[in-house]
Protein backbone atom coordinates (compact mmCIF):
# COMPACT_ATOMS: atom_id res chain seq x y z
CA UNK A 1 0.00 0.00 0.00
CA UNK A 2 1.55 3.50 -1.12
CA UNK A 3 1.27 6.04 1.10
CA UNK A 4 1.75 9.95 -0.54
CA UNK A 5 2.55 12.76 1.46
CA UNK A 6 0.57 15.85 0.57
CA UNK A 7 2.69 18.95 -0.12
CA UNK A 8 1.88 21.96 2.71
CA UNK A 9 1.12 25.02 1.12
CA UNK A 10 4.41 26.37 1.89
CA UNK A 11 6.32 23.69 -0.43
CA UNK A 12 3.88 23.89 -2.76
CA UNK A 13 4.36 27.99 -3.00
CA UNK A 14 8.36 27.21 -3.18
CA UNK A 15 7.88 24.67 -5.62
CA UNK A 16 5.97 26.60 -8.19
CA UNK A 17 8.33 30.07 -7.21
CA UNK A 18 11.62 27.48 -8.25
CA UNK A 19 9.91 26.84 -11.65
CA UNK A 20 9.27 30.08 -11.96
CA UNK A 21 13.32 31.25 -11.09
CA UNK A 22 14.34 28.69 -13.64
CA UNK A 23 11.68 29.90 -16.43
CA UNK A 24 13.06 33.40 -16.03
CA UNK A 25 16.68 32.06 -15.95
CA UNK A 26 15.52 30.40 -19.37
CA UNK A 27 14.27 33.25 -20.91
CA UNK A 28 16.88 35.92 -19.63
CA UNK A 29 19.71 33.67 -21.28
CA UNK A 30 17.61 33.31 -24.82
CA UNK A 31 17.37 37.15 -24.75
CA UNK A 32 21.35 37.20 -24.09
CA UNK A 33 21.51 34.39 -26.76
CA UNK A 34 20.02 36.74 -29.39
CA UNK A 35 21.41 40.16 -28.11
CA UNK A 36 23.95 41.62 -30.73
CA UNK A 37 26.44 44.60 -30.60
CA UNK A 38 26.95 46.82 -33.60
CA UNK A 39 30.40 49.14 -33.52
CA UNK A 40 29.78 52.25 -35.68
CA UNK A 41 33.17 53.47 -36.18
CA UNK A 42 32.24 57.40 -37.20
CA UNK A 43 33.94 60.44 -37.60
CA UNK A 44 33.95 63.48 -35.42
CA UNK A 45 30.30 65.49 -36.16
CA UNK A 46 28.36 62.95 -35.91
CA UNK A 47 28.45 61.73 -32.39
CA UNK A 48 24.81 63.88 -31.80
CA UNK A 49 22.92 62.20 -35.18
CA UNK A 50 23.99 58.99 -34.54
CA UNK A 51 22.88 58.63 -30.93
CA UNK A 52 19.09 60.09 -32.00
CA UNK A 53 19.52 57.42 -34.49
CA UNK A 54 20.91 54.39 -32.89
CA UNK A 55 18.03 54.62 -30.70
CA UNK A 56 15.33 55.00 -33.67
CA UNK A 57 16.90 51.89 -35.36
CA UNK A 58 16.73 49.83 -31.95
CA UNK A 59 13.20 49.99 -31.92
CA UNK A 60 12.54 49.66 -35.51
CA UNK A 61 14.63 46.58 -35.47
CA UNK A 62 13.26 44.95 -32.05
CA UNK A 63 9.58 45.47 -33.33
CA UNK A 64 10.96 43.92 -36.95
CA UNK A 65 12.54 40.72 -35.44
CA UNK A 66 12.42 40.56 -31.71
CA UNK A 67 16.12 40.90 -31.27
CA UNK A 68 17.66 43.01 -28.65
CA UNK A 69 20.57 45.34 -30.24
CA UNK A 70 23.10 47.29 -28.72
CA UNK A 71 25.13 49.72 -30.76
CA UNK A 72 28.04 51.78 -29.67
CA UNK A 73 30.28 54.36 -31.66
CA UNK A 74 33.29 55.42 -31.60
CA UNK A 75 34.24 59.17 -33.14
CA UNK A 76 37.07 60.76 -34.27
CA UNK A 77 39.17 62.26 -36.57
CA UNK A 78 37.88 60.17 -40.23
CA UNK A 79 41.25 59.47 -41.25
CA UNK A 80 42.45 58.72 -37.57
CA UNK A 81 39.51 56.33 -37.09
CA UNK A 82 40.30 54.55 -40.50
CA UNK A 83 43.68 54.10 -39.58
CA UNK A 84 41.97 52.51 -36.14
CA UNK A 85 39.88 50.23 -38.26
CA UNK A 86 42.75 49.14 -40.35
CA UNK A 87 44.73 48.59 -37.06
CA UNK A 88 42.16 46.16 -36.17
CA UNK A 89 39.43 47.93 -34.28
CA UNK A 90 36.16 45.49 -34.85
CA UNK A 91 33.62 47.78 -36.38
CA UNK A 92 31.19 46.43 -38.09
CA UNK A 93 30.41 49.26 -39.71
CA UNK A 94 31.95 52.80 -40.75
CA UNK A 95 30.11 55.97 -41.51
CA UNK A 96 33.30 58.10 -42.43
CA UNK A 97 33.78 61.74 -43.53
CA UNK A 98 34.70 60.51 -47.21
CA UNK A 99 34.95 57.71 -49.72
CA UNK A 100 39.15 57.73 -49.55
CA UNK A 101 39.03 56.88 -45.95
CA UNK A 102 36.65 53.62 -46.54
CA UNK A 103 39.07 52.53 -49.48
CA UNK A 104 41.74 53.20 -47.07
CA UNK A 105 41.21 50.09 -45.18
CA UNK A 106 41.30 47.69 -48.10
CA UNK A 107 45.34 49.51 -47.96
CA UNK A 108 46.90 45.85 -46.15
CA UNK A 109 44.18 43.33 -46.54
CA UNK A 110 41.32 43.48 -47.68
CA UNK A 111 38.53 44.39 -45.07
CA UNK A 112 35.79 44.91 -46.83
CA UNK A 113 34.25 44.77 -50.62
CA UNK A 114 36.07 46.52 -53.54
CA UNK A 115 32.46 47.55 -54.82
CA UNK A 116 31.44 48.51 -51.30
CA UNK A 117 30.19 52.03 -52.98
CA UNK A 118 27.62 50.22 -54.85
CA UNK A 119 25.92 48.22 -52.61
CA UNK A 120 23.76 50.82 -51.33
CA UNK A 121 22.23 54.29 -53.18
CA UNK A 122 23.53 57.25 -53.76
CA UNK A 123 26.77 56.03 -53.81
CA UNK A 124 26.41 55.01 -50.19
CA UNK A 125 25.94 58.58 -48.91
CA UNK A 126 22.88 58.70 -47.00
CA UNK A 127 23.52 62.41 -46.41
CA UNK A 128 25.12 65.37 -47.75
CA UNK A 129 26.59 68.62 -45.83
CA UNK A 130 28.97 71.45 -47.22
CA UNK A 131 31.73 73.48 -45.99
CA UNK A 132 30.70 76.88 -44.37
CA UNK A 133 32.02 79.87 -41.81
CA UNK A 134 31.42 80.52 -38.54
CA UNK A 135 32.03 83.55 -36.90
CA UNK A 136 31.38 85.91 -34.05
CA UNK A 137 28.39 87.83 -33.57
CA UNK A 138 27.83 90.97 -35.07
CA UNK A 139 31.00 89.23 -38.12
CA UNK A 140 33.13 92.32 -36.98
CA UNK A 141 35.71 90.96 -38.93
CA UNK A 142 33.47 91.06 -41.41
CA UNK A 143 34.62 87.69 -42.96
CA UNK A 144 32.34 87.16 -46.20
CA UNK A 145 33.83 84.98 -48.48
CA UNK A 146 37.34 82.81 -48.95
CA UNK A 147 39.24 85.62 -49.88
CA UNK A 148 38.61 87.36 -46.64
CA UNK A 149 40.14 84.96 -44.90
CA UNK A 150 43.41 85.86 -46.07
CA UNK A 151 43.32 89.47 -44.64
CA UNK A 152 46.19 90.51 -42.09
CA UNK A 153 44.44 90.59 -39.12
CA UNK A 154 42.29 87.08 -39.45
CA UNK A 155 43.56 84.09 -37.63
CA UNK A 156 41.42 80.68 -39.15
CA UNK A 157 40.28 77.50 -37.00
CA UNK A 158 40.22 74.39 -39.61
CA UNK A 159 41.59 71.03 -38.71
CA UNK A 160 44.31 69.11 -39.99
CA UNK A 161 44.13 67.36 -43.25
CA UNK A 162 46.02 64.68 -42.38
CA UNK A 163 43.81 63.07 -39.95
CA UNK A 164 40.59 65.11 -40.34
CA UNK A 165 38.53 64.21 -43.45
CA UNK A 166 36.39 67.21 -42.82
CA UNK A 167 39.69 69.17 -43.03
CA UNK A 168 40.13 67.63 -46.34
CA UNK A 169 36.63 69.22 -47.44
CA UNK A 170 37.46 72.04 -46.34
CA UNK A 171 41.17 72.20 -48.39
CA UNK A 172 39.26 71.12 -51.19
CA UNK A 173 36.41 74.10 -50.84
CA UNK A 174 39.29 76.66 -50.61
CA UNK A 175 41.25 75.09 -53.77
CA UNK A 176 37.95 75.00 -55.78
CA UNK A 177 36.94 78.80 -54.96
CA UNK A 178 40.74 79.74 -55.85
CA UNK A 179 40.83 78.13 -58.81
CA UNK A 180 37.22 78.96 -60.25
CA UNK A 181 38.44 82.74 -59.15
CA UNK A 182 41.84 82.76 -60.60
CA UNK A 183 41.59 80.45 -63.19
CA UNK A 184 44.54 78.44 -62.49
CA UNK A 185 46.16 75.05 -59.91
CA UNK A 186 49.04 77.21 -59.36
CA UNK A 187 46.91 80.38 -58.54
CA UNK A 188 44.76 78.24 -56.30
CA UNK A 189 47.98 76.93 -54.37
CA UNK A 190 49.56 80.32 -53.93
CA UNK A 191 45.63 81.02 -52.26
CA UNK A 192 45.77 77.97 -50.07
CA UNK A 193 49.41 78.59 -48.71
CA UNK A 194 48.52 82.10 -48.45
CA UNK A 195 45.06 80.66 -46.22
CA UNK A 196 47.11 78.32 -44.31
CA UNK A 197 49.43 80.71 -42.77
CA UNK A 198 46.75 82.28 -41.17
CA UNK A 199 45.93 79.06 -38.82
CA UNK A 200 47.26 78.78 -35.55
CA UNK A 201 46.55 75.55 -34.43
CA UNK A 202 45.60 71.99 -36.80
CA UNK A 203 43.27 70.33 -34.71
CA UNK A 204 43.12 66.38 -35.35
CA UNK A 205 39.30 66.49 -36.26
CA UNK A 206 36.33 68.66 -36.48
CA UNK A 207 35.26 68.20 -33.07
CA UNK A 208 38.41 69.84 -31.85
CA UNK A 209 38.31 72.99 -34.11
CA UNK A 210 35.09 73.69 -32.93
CA UNK A 211 36.19 73.76 -29.86
CA UNK A 212 39.05 75.43 -30.04
CA UNK A 213 36.68 78.45 -31.56
CA UNK A 214 33.58 78.13 -29.94
CA UNK A 215 34.81 77.00 -26.19
CA UNK A 216 38.82 78.26 -26.45
CA UNK A 217 37.79 81.58 -28.23
CA UNK A 218 40.62 81.27 -30.47
CA UNK A 219 40.39 82.65 -34.28
CA UNK A 220 38.23 84.92 -36.12
CA UNK A 221 36.13 82.18 -37.85
CA UNK A 222 36.15 78.27 -38.16
CA UNK A 223 35.96 76.05 -41.38
CA UNK A 224 33.27 73.90 -40.79
CA UNK A 225 31.25 71.43 -42.10
CA UNK A 226 27.55 73.03 -42.26
CA UNK A 227 25.89 70.66 -39.59
CA UNK A 228 29.04 70.83 -37.15
CA UNK A 229 27.95 74.92 -37.42
CA UNK A 230 24.26 74.75 -36.99
CA UNK A 231 24.96 72.75 -34.01
CA UNK A 232 27.44 75.09 -32.08
CA UNK A 233 24.52 77.82 -33.04
CA UNK A 234 21.99 75.86 -31.77
CA UNK A 235 24.04 75.28 -28.34
CA UNK A 236 25.35 78.77 -28.08
CA UNK A 237 21.32 80.11 -28.34
CA UNK A 238 22.48 81.67 -31.48
CA UNK A 239 23.71 85.03 -29.48
CA UNK A 240 27.68 84.38 -29.86
CA UNK A 241 27.94 83.37 -33.39
CA UNK A 242 26.48 83.30 -36.98
CA UNK A 243 26.93 81.49 -40.03
CA UNK A 244 28.28 83.02 -43.34
CA UNK A 245 27.32 81.03 -46.56
CA UNK A 246 30.66 81.96 -49.32
CA UNK A 247 29.83 82.35 -52.64
CA UNK A 248 31.13 78.77 -53.28
CA UNK A 249 31.34 75.87 -51.55
CA UNK A 250 31.85 71.93 -52.06
CA UNK A 251 29.17 68.85 -51.68
CA UNK A 252 30.45 67.32 -49.06
CA UNK A 253 29.43 63.62 -49.53
CA UNK A 254 30.33 61.14 -45.93
CA UNK A 255 29.93 57.49 -46.76
CA UNK A 256 28.89 55.03 -44.79
CA UNK A 257 30.21 50.80 -45.59
CA UNK A 258 30.15 47.40 -44.07
CA UNK A 259 33.36 45.96 -42.86
CA UNK A 260 32.99 42.33 -44.39
CA UNK A 261 35.95 40.84 -42.53
CA UNK A 262 34.11 42.25 -39.46
CA UNK A 263 30.41 41.02 -40.22
CA UNK A 264 31.55 37.44 -41.54
CA UNK A 265 33.77 36.35 -37.97
CA UNK A 266 30.98 38.15 -35.86
CA UNK A 267 28.03 37.12 -37.41
CA UNK A 268 26.57 40.40 -37.80
CA UNK A 269 25.92 40.89 -41.29
CA UNK A 270 22.29 41.00 -41.51
CA UNK A 271 21.58 43.44 -38.48
CA UNK A 272 24.55 45.65 -39.61
CA UNK A 273 22.98 46.00 -43.21
CA UNK A 274 20.09 46.94 -42.04
CA UNK A 275 21.14 49.73 -40.00
CA UNK A 276 22.62 51.20 -42.78
CA UNK A 277 19.69 50.73 -45.13
CA UNK A 278 17.77 52.18 -42.92
CA UNK A 279 19.26 55.52 -42.67
CA UNK A 280 17.56 56.10 -46.31
CA UNK A 281 14.12 55.46 -44.55
CA UNK A 282 11.90 58.12 -44.26
CA UNK A 283 12.15 58.35 -39.99
CA UNK A 284 15.93 58.10 -40.67
CA UNK A 285 15.95 61.12 -43.33
CA UNK A 286 13.96 62.88 -40.91
CA UNK A 287 16.18 62.75 -37.83
CA UNK A 288 19.29 63.53 -40.58
CA UNK A 289 17.71 67.14 -41.43
CA UNK A 290 17.05 67.59 -37.63
CA UNK A 291 20.59 67.34 -37.02
CA UNK A 292 21.51 69.67 -39.72
CA UNK A 293 22.56 67.05 -42.25
CA UNK A 294 21.23 67.51 -45.73
CA UNK A 295 18.91 64.51 -46.33
CA UNK A 296 19.14 62.68 -50.17
CA UNK A 297 15.73 61.90 -50.24
CA UNK A 298 14.45 65.19 -52.50
CA UNK A 299 11.13 65.29 -51.05
CA UNK A 300 11.87 65.58 -47.63
CA UNK A 301 15.24 67.54 -48.24
CA UNK A 302 12.00 69.86 -49.79
CA UNK A 303 10.55 70.46 -46.34
CA UNK A 304 13.71 71.74 -44.47
CA UNK A 305 14.42 74.28 -47.67
CA UNK A 306 14.52 77.22 -44.97
CA UNK A 307 17.50 75.63 -42.91
CA UNK A 308 19.74 74.79 -46.25
CA UNK A 309 19.83 77.69 -48.40
CA UNK A 310 20.99 77.42 -51.47
CA UNK A 311 24.50 77.61 -52.12
CA UNK A 312 26.55 76.93 -55.43
CA UNK A 313 29.00 73.77 -54.80
CA UNK A 314 31.11 71.87 -57.07
CA UNK A 315 32.18 68.15 -56.89
CA UNK A 316 35.03 66.24 -56.09
CA UNK A 317 34.14 64.24 -59.26
CA UNK A 318 33.12 66.75 -61.60
CA UNK A 319 36.15 69.07 -60.51
CA UNK A 320 38.86 67.09 -59.23
CA UNK A 321 38.56 63.91 -60.64
CA UNK A 322 37.27 61.63 -58.07
CA UNK A 323 39.00 60.86 -54.71
CA UNK A 324 41.49 58.17 -55.86
CA UNK A 325 43.46 61.56 -57.89
CA UNK A 326 42.74 64.04 -55.23
CA UNK A 327 44.35 61.54 -52.26
CA UNK A 328 47.04 61.33 -54.25
CA UNK A 329 47.63 64.72 -55.88
CA UNK A 330 46.54 66.80 -52.06
CA UNK A 331 47.03 64.27 -49.37
CA UNK A 332 49.05 61.35 -49.46
CA UNK A 333 52.77 61.87 -47.72
CA UNK A 334 54.66 64.04 -49.58
CA UNK A 335 51.70 65.45 -51.46
CA UNK A 336 50.43 69.32 -52.08
CA UNK A 337 49.40 69.42 -48.31
CA UNK A 338 52.19 68.30 -46.66
CA UNK A 339 54.46 70.79 -49.41
CA UNK A 340 52.29 74.25 -48.19
CA UNK A 341 53.04 72.82 -44.91
CA UNK A 342 56.64 72.17 -44.89
CA UNK A 343 56.79 75.97 -46.63
CA UNK A 344 54.84 77.45 -44.18
CA UNK A 345 56.82 76.05 -40.88
Known sequence: MRYQVKKSPIVRKQYWLSISLILFAICTFMGQAYSVELLNVSYDPTREFYKTYNQTFIEYWQQQTGETLTIKNSHGGSGKQARSVIDGLQADVVTLALASDIDALNRYQTNISPEWQSRLPNNSAPYNSTIVFL????NPKQIHDWSDLIKDDIE???????????????????????????????????????????VPVLDTGARGATISFVQRGLGDVLIAWENEAYLALKEQGGDQLEIIMPSLSILAE????LVDK???SKGTRKQAQAYLEYLYSEPAQH??????????NPEILKQYAKQF??????????????????????????????????EIN
Open 156 to 198: VITPNPKTSGGARWNFLAAWAYARSTYGNDEQARTFVTKLYQH
Open 262 to 264: VVD
Open 309 to 342: PEIKLVTVNDFFGGWQKVQKAFFSDGAIFDAIYA
Open 287 to 296: IIAQHFYRPV
Open 254 to 257: PTVA
Open 135 to 138: VRKG
